[in-house]
């Protein structure tokens, strides 16, 4: 008797055990993530000055536009394609499924007696599986890729879109030559590797009978297949063998040679940091007494098309950056973070090419830290498409039920008042100095072992301020362009229950800004947990009860500003609020104008409050700080210049940045419980550059970090202290200019 749900159940903890597998294996491979993030470090470097010479984000723009013309347009530019190539000689055929192209190579090869391929990099063919799928049949195919001829010979998959075998170091690449060819071959030179791998490749162009490519744009003006190689092998495959076979994804399209030039432009820089990759060949039709066979694979894109929220992943040019600046792809690589296609674009196409269960578990190795989409020369909302696969896992296969539990509570303000309350009374016998620092306690010790947990506050913010009400503008201490307006604060959940001390700077500061203060009662949390572990009833729930709160104190005090001293919560309200409510237009105008008027801490001050530069600096004391960038504020709110202005130029602070001041400290939420190896890491590597700098003082902006970053040092026992902006200037205001008494509520 069958039993699917039974089956299906079997296959999902088969694959969870798969995935916990590699995971562990890759943890425990010292060498790997040292591979990784040396690789990450340089390509940072070279990329970064490549398009220092360029306007990036022109380029990008144009071209987001060029792609999504293409993909509004696709059917019109594929017969284009389809018409001009033909017109040239080539043959043109359709693949609507992995089988199907499959099928069609075999067709071809079968045809002409073939039984040999030589294969330039071709991430398609590693999409379906072709090398696998042709062996049965007696169909040998031969990497010429460099990195992709290593990973075959190894047995692996490549774990980066661009550089295959970029996981391995070069005394494994020698082992593995050693092992393979079964001569001797150098552990630490590298050119003599390559040597030899060519000279092993080379006699294959001139045997085989298939040469196959991929291609990096399909030109519909004139039937043109565009690769970009460093190797010239894709030169060699396409010209050499009596027939070519190109194989692409019908997204490859692009209108004009122009439209292609775009692309170079953005790719090589992207990529590799080049300006131009060391061979561009463009061909059009095939060698003269030659074939050539261009096979069209959908396998899921049309329907990433049909879904407004996925329809930009399309645009990808594979350039691999968004492997590239990822914290927990460094540490485990492609063989984990992703399937066939790794890094942050192989979390959202996987599940549209292989089905939603391939990514189901790498998926949650995303830590949302935004940092993909800042390099993503195609401008794909990354993050937010994680996201989203993140809740349609969720939606298929259920919540884990301690999150489902936790979010349960959370999502119920006065469940969450009562026990965070209880928390604080309960943690006294295990705390110390507000830190929970029992390394042995049930439940939590994969945390506490590591890092130190906050204890939650005696007195939450709301106890300490007149939540639901307002209180008058005192009259203004220091200079500012805000004195008489009104500014509403919203504190965020951490602030209020972990952190109320931070929240009362932000109220001091504002207090000598001399404006009228709103407390708006009824607020619990954004949402933001909710969202980010894919629960997206939970988190709609939460953002309309956030919603209604904020409308409530709005509509009584006519707010002129919404302020919060939390770059995460500030990201959900602006942004994350939209897409949610993006199917719900009443909802969606709703969170509109609550987005118009909220900003974060650091850009009120700056940008709005506008405070004279040296106001509140000391004329006897230079404190040296570090400042650590969270992900939400640098990456999804933009923030570079505020902070640093506030420190540097109105407190006269001596700023010295850290190294990796871009990357992750690991935090991410309910990451650190997910994954607490890589969590660890990133925050270790985190304070290291922060003592690096001799700075006593790390400074920033988001309380997820903060009780990350506290946590650590204090497990650690390192001497660092770790303070929000917000508590800098609201010290220096008080030690300038003391708050006089505080007037009652209206």
Not at 345 to 355: A, E, Q, R, Y
């Amino acid at each position: 008797m069958n039993h699917p749900a039974l089956d299906e159940r079997i296959e999902e903890v088969e694959d969870a055990i798969a995935f916990r597998a590699r995971y562990d294996k890759a943890i425990d491979n010292p060498n790997l993530a040292r591979n990784i993030g040396t690789y990450q470090r340089n390509w940072r470097g070279t990329r970064d000055r490549s398009i220092d010479e360029i306007d990036f984000e022109q380029l990008r723009v144009k071209f987001k536009g060029i792609k999504t013309h293409v993909t509004d347009e696709l059917d019109g530019f594929l017969a284009q394609f389809t018409e001009q190539a033909e017109r040239t000689g080539a043959k043109v055929h359709t693949a609507a499924t992995a089988a199907d192209a499959v099928a069609l190579v075999r067709q071809i090869c079968e045809e002409r007696d073939v039984n040999l391929i030589v294969k330039s990099k071709s991430m398609v063919s590693e999409e379906v599986e072709l090398n696998h799928e042709l062996a049965p049949h007696g169909i040998e195919v031969v990497e010429t890729d460099l990195g992709e001829w290593i990973v075959q010979k190894g047995g692996e998959r490549p774990s980066h879109i661009v550089g295959p075998a970029l996981h391995l170091g070069r005394q494994q690449v020698g082992e593995l030559l050693n092992r393979v060819l079964d001569k001797p071959v150098s552990l630490e030179d590298i050119p003599e590797q390559v040597r030899t791998i060519r000279n092993e490749i080379r006699p294959a162009f001139f045997e085989a009978g298939v040469g196959m490519t991929g291609a990096n744009a399909l030109i519909a003006e004139s039937g043109t297949v565009m690769i970009v190689t460093n190797e010239g092998n894709g030169r060699l495959a396409g010209s050499i063998p009596p027939v070519q076979i190109v194989l692409a994804g019908i997204e490859k399209i692009v209108p004009t040679y122009d439209d292609a030039m775009t692309q170079l432009r953005l790719l090589a820089r992207s990529a590799t940091g080049q300006r131009l990759t060391v061979y561009t060949t463009f061909m059009t039709g095939p060698t003269p007494g030659h074939e050539m066979h261009i096979i069209l694979v959908d396998n899921g894109r049309r329907m990433m098309r049909s879904m407004p929220e996925f329809v930009d992943a399309l645009h990808c040019i594979r350039c691999g950056a968004c492997s590239n600046v990822c914290p927990p792809y460094g540490e485990v690589s492609g063989h984990v973070f992703g399937h066939i296609y790794s890094g942050a674009i192989g979390l959202v196409v996987s599940g549209f090419h292989h089905g939603l269960e391939s990514i189901a578990k790498a998926q949650s190795l995303c830590l949302s830290c935004n940092a993909c989409e800042t390099v993503c020369p195609a401008s794909i909302p990354l993050p937010q498409q994680i996201l989203d696969v993140r809740k349609m896992v969720a939606e298929a296969n259920g919540m884990n039920p301690k999150k489902e539990a936790v979010l349960e509570v959370y999502s119920r303000p006065w469940a969450v008042d009562a026990v965070t309350r209880l928390g604080g009374r309960l943690s006294g016998p295990i705390a110390r100095k507000g830190m929970i620092r029992t390394r042995k306690l049930p439940i939590v010790n994969r945390q506490t072992r590591w890092r130190s947990l906050p204890v939650p506050a005696a007195k939450p913010l709301r106890d300490l301020v007149p939540t639901g009400s307002s209180e008058e503008a005192q009259p203004a201490r220091i200079p500012s362009a805000v004195a008489g307006k009104t500014v509403a604060i919203f504190p965020g959940c951490m602030t209020d229950r972990l952190y109320p001390e931070q929240g009362m700077a932000i109220v001091q500061t504002m207090r000598a800004l001399g404006v009228r203060l709103v407390y708006p009662g009824g607020l619990n949390c954004c949402g933001l947990p909710a969202s980010n572990m894919g629960d997206e009833p939970t988190a709609r729930k939460m953002a309309q009860q956030t919603i209604e709160a904020m409308e409530n104190a709005l509509a009584r005090t006519s707010a002129d500003y919404i302020v919060s001293g939390s770059a995460s919560c500030v990201a959900m309200l602006t942004q994350d609020y939209l897409h949610i409510f993006r199917n719900e237009l009443t909802w969606q105008a709703r969170a509109k104008r609550l987005a118009d008027k909220t900003m974060d801490f650091t850009s009120f001050l700056t940008n709005v409050a506008q405070i004279p530069p040296g106001t509140l600096a000391s004329d006897t004391v230079t404190p040296v700080v570090t400042y650590h960038d969270s992900c939400q504020g640098l990456n999804a709110l933009g923030l570079t210049d505020e902070p640093r202005e506030i420190l540097v130029d109105l407190l006269g602070c001596e700023l010295r940045e850290l190294e990796g001041n871009r990357t992750c400290c690991g935090f991410g939420g309910a990451f650190g419980f997910d994954y607490p190896e890589i969590s660890e890491r990133l925050m270790k590597r985190k304070l290291d550059n922060a003592q690096a700098t001799d700075a006593p003082l790390v400074v920033s902006d988001n309380q997820g970090c903060i009780m990350h970053l506290r946590g650590g040092c204090d497990a650690e026992g390192r001497s660092l202290k770790v303070a929000h902006i917000a508590e800098l200037v609201a010290a220096r205001i008080e030690q300038l200019s003391p708050e006089p008494g505080v007037r009652g509520p209206e």
